[in-house]
């Protein structure tokens, strides 16, 4: 008999990879990996400093943002205050 998993954890299972050297702090068997949806991610326990894999293998900092996803949507300006014309419509019965 096995014995069925009993937690309810959401968080991905962090492990600590002997042997991985810090590539900030270059502190070894600081690095812990754990996966999001299929994607490995690393951070270092030490210095903070994070890292994710892309598809081929190669590391993406964390904090190397090259490509900010900003919202570059203007809202355009709402004239506010403007006197909104309402027609009763007489017709409008029942
Ligand atoms: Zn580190």
Redesign the pocket.
Known sequence: MTTPSNSTDTEPKKRFIAGAV?P????ID?IRMWEVDGVPHRD?V????GDTLNADGNSIPNELVTRVNVSALKKPKETTGQALQFFPNPKLKK
């Open positions: 810090c900030a702090c270059e502190t600081t270092c030490k210095c903070g400093y």
